[in-house]
Structure formats: structure tokens, C-alpha cells
């Protein structure tokens, strides 16, 4: 048993971790309580094409996860961005706007209050601020027009799957911070956008799960940790694993459906079952040919007045077919997918932002992470107050903490579950004799 580890989650923060124990010349055991590998990443194939359904993008700065992927010879392109021949869509107020340029279409009136608040933000991120203080508090304080208010509140959605109104603020200026800035969470070039991968971004989750001496034991939950001074017990349905370590790599919220004995320390048990999983959603429209091209269009939207907050092109290194990746999350996705009819109505946004031809896709289907049973949603972890906690605090005894969201940079992304991956499996291996 001496050097076994196992490792809870074999989403592509675990699937790493996992990897480098084995490197380190330890026996390592991935389970898996879904039918599938990946966690949030989920590629698959629809009317002729492959669309990422979960996590899609690789930002410039990302270094962690540009390595793997290039140590691994998985491909990547940049993502289509405006120029001289291909606009973007912006949609505020009621208003659709074509644009090219980094600088939105507002009026100048617009642009100073988005500008201002901006700022204002900036300055209220380095100051202390109550545990129970919501972002929407401090939206209210910095951006003083509804414009900039429905910007904000759409990049939120986007970043967080949540609503200013659900997000800590000292959570929200913490992730902030980890990226880098506002800007390079929003941005694609030189932001977290910038490239996607070619074949999908489960071909990276394939091609690390192929390195494990043997696959990922998949439909097997975890139901109990039990340590004592020797090792660690870890229990599913069917048997029962020993081991010297174990690395829990699964959504904070998730990890209240397993039995710890000895329990937690009481603040990580509050921790984690007052957290919860952003609300994110896609839907996929498919039509012949991507129409929007001829029209001097890349496909991005950015939606801050619909039931949609983006949508990009799905299928952008290729002419046919034509894919739209339309999503939606945070209070927008919770309303728009407890409609009976939530297809039709974003087939008739995107006529909103596109026009007529919109209107006839060949195929469209959608998913919401919160349907997912062992996710619960995505992209990141929210706090009910104060800021998520870190794998240095969650760590008890013989268990150690993985996922993109304890990243100390790029959380919530491939890059922090990678970096976060890494650094769990230095920490088990620190507790080894040398």
C-alpha cells in the first residue's frame, strides 16, 4: 500500500494529478462517478460537427495548460476576432450593433459611465469588504447607468454563471485578481478566449487519460473517506480502496455527497455545503453553410439584454457546416431552461441578432450543466459569503484538494485545473519518504 494513491474526479485536474503521481512511481487509482471522463469538458458530435458543450477555450497567458497541450501534439486555432472584414454583434438596450475594435458601440455618454465603473471597481478590489457583501452592492456603487449595469451583469453571467446579486464581492475581486484582470477575462486576444482546439477540447482529456497505466474506473461514486493513523479507506458502493493518500478532485459542492470520517473540520464542512455551482448553459444551432461569414461576420455576440449572453462560432476552422454556440448562464439560464420552449426562443434571438437566416437550422439541441448530477453546474464554484477556500485550508490529515477552481491562477479554467492538478500531487508527494 505504501505510495498508493487514489484519486477522486477524473475531470482534467484529477486526470493530471493522477498522471504525475505515476510519473513519481506511485500506483495510482482514478474513480470516476459518471459514466464519462472529462467533468466539465464534453465534446460532442452534432449535425457533421463536433462542438464543445463544456469548457471551450485556452487564453494567451495560459501557460500551464498551452504546455500540455503542445507536449501532447493537440492542435489549437485562434478564435475568430473582429477586423477590417469581419464585425462583431453587440446587443444592449434593445439594440443590436455591428461593430469591429476593442471599443464597444455605445455613445460617449455609455462609454464614460462603463469606463468610470470600471475604474471605480478597480479601486474597490483592494480594499477589505464584508464577508456577506454581494457584488451587486458594489455594481450599484460603480456603474450609475442601466447600460453599464447590464454589461456588468451579462459579464458576470459569463465569468461566474451567477448574477452580481449572488457572487461575494470578496470572491468575485479574488478570482478577478487570479486572472489577471477584468480585461483578460473577457477579452479573446491576449485574453481567455484567445484559441480553441481544433479536434475539441476533450482530445487534451483523451490524450492525458492515455498516459495512466491503466483508464479511469468510470460509474463509480464515492460514498465515504475514512483515515486512521495508517492510511486511508476509500469506499464506494462496490468495494472498498486502501491507500496512503487520496485526492479529492471534484466541484466543492459535490464533495457533501461523500461521508468523511473523522469528519472535516466545521468550517470546510460549512464551507462546502453552502456552495454552490455557477448556472451555465449552451445551445447549438446547425445550419448548411456558415451563412454569416458571407456577411462580414464572425459569429460572437455579446448579448447583455437577452436570454442568450454570447454566441461564437462552433465550428470556425472549417466552411461546412455552420455552427452557433449560443450561451446563456446565471439567472438567464435558469429562467430560459425552465421553458417548455427555450429552442424556439433563442432560434428567434439569434434572428434578432443575425437576421432571417437564423431562423432555419438543420438541427438544435442544448444542455445545462446544473442537470448534471456529479457537476451540478459550471463554470466555478460560488461561496455563500466570503471567498472559496483554498487546497492549503480544505486539506485534512491524508487528504488532499484538486480542481480548476483552487487554482491560485486561472481558476474556474483548463489552466487552473491543471495548475491546481499539479500542485495536488506535489503536496501528496511531499507526505512520502524520500
Not at 478590489?125 to 451579462?154: G, I, K, N, W, Y
Not at 449560443?326 to 434578432?352: I, K, M, Q, T, Y
Not at 483552487?406 to 512520502?432: C, E, N, Q
Request: include cysteine.
Amino acid at each position: 500500500m505504501s505510495g498508493d494513491v487514489v484519486v477522486i474526479g477524473a475531470g482534467l485536474s484529477g486526470l493530471v494529478a493522477a498522471v504525475e503521481l505515476e510519473r513519481a512511481g506511485h500506483t495510482v487509482t482514478v474513480l470516476e462517478a459518471a459514466d464519462r471522463i472529462g467533468g466539465k469538458v464534453l465534446t460532442r458530435h452534432i449535425g457533421g460537427a463536433h462542438v464543445d458543450y463544456g469548457a471551450h477555450w485556452i487564453g494567451a497567458d495560459q501557460s500551464a495548460v498551452i504546455d500540455l497541450a503542445r507536449g501532447l501534439n493537440i492542435e489549437t486555432a485562434p478564435e475568430p476576432v473582429p477586423s477590417k472584414v469581419a464585425d462583431e454583434i453587440l446587443a444592449l438596450g434593445g439594440r443590436v450593433y455591428r461593430h469591429h475594435g476593442d471599443i464597444p458601440p455605445l455613445s460617449p455618454r455609455g462609454l464614460f459611465s462603463l469606463g468610470l465603473g470600471l475604474a471605480r471597481m478597480g479601486i474597490l478590489a483592494r480594499r477589505h469588504h464584508p464577508d456577506d457583501e454581494m457584488a451587486d452592492v458594489l455594481a450599484r456603487r460603480c456603474f450609475r447607468s442601466p447600460d453599464s449595469r447590464q454589461v456588468l451583469t451579462c459579464v458576470f453571467r459569463l465569468v461566474f454563471g451567477a448574477d452580481p446579486a449572488d457572487v461575494p464581492a470578496t470572491a468575485a475581486f479574488a478570482y478577478m485578481k487570479a486572472a489577471g484582470s477584468v480585461r483578460a477575462l473577457t477579452s479573446v486576444k491576449n485574453g481567455a478566449q484567445e484559441r480553441f482546439f481544433v479536434e475539441g477540447t476533450y482530445a487534451l482529456v483523451d490524450a492525458v487519460a492515455q498516459q495512466l497505466s491503466s483508464p479511469p474506473r468510470t460509474g463509480t461514486p464515492v460514498v465515504a473517506i475514512r483515515q486512521d493513523e495508517n492510511g486511508v479507506d476509500v469506499v464506494t458502493a462496490r468495494e472498498t480502496h486502501r491507500a496512503s493518500a487520496v485526492v479529492v478532485a471534484v466541484p466543492l459542492p459535490v464533495a457533501t455527497a461523500i461521508e468523511f470520517d473523522p469528519p472535516l473540520p466545521p468550517a470546510v464542512s460549512a464551507h462546502l455545503s453552502t456552495s454552490s455551482m455557477g448556472e451555465y448553459a449552451k445551445t447549438i444551432a446547425v445550419y448548411d453553410t456558415p451563412w454569416w461569414r458571407a456577411k462580414g461576420l464572425t459569429g460572437t455576440v455579446v448579448d447583455a439584454d437577452g436570454p442568450i449572453q454570447m454566441v461564437v462560432d462552433g465550428n470556425a476552422t472549417r466552411k461546412a457546416p455552420g455552427v452557433l454556440v449560443a450561451f446563456s448562464a446565471g439567472n438567464a439560464a435558469s429562467e430560459l431552461f425552465s421553458r417548455p420552449d427555450r429552442r424556439e426562443v433563442v432560434v428567434a434571438e439569434l434572428v434578432r441578432l443575425f437576421g432571417a437566416e437564423a431562423g432555419a437550422p438543420t438541427v438544435v439541441d442544448d444542455f445545462t450543466w446544473s442537470e448534471q448530477p456529479w457537476l451540478l453546474g459550471a463554470p466555478t464554484s460560488i461561496p455563500a459569503r466570503g471567498a472559496v477556500l483554498t487546497a492549503d485550508q480544505l486539506r485534512h490529515r491524508r487528504i488532499h484538494w484538486a480542481g480548476a477552481d483552487l487554482a491560485d491562477r486561472w481558476p474556474g479554467y483548463l489552466d487552473g485545473a491543471v495548475r491546481s492538478g499539479r500542485r495536488a500531487a506535489a503536496d501528496v508527494l511531499a507526505t512520502f519518504p524520500a
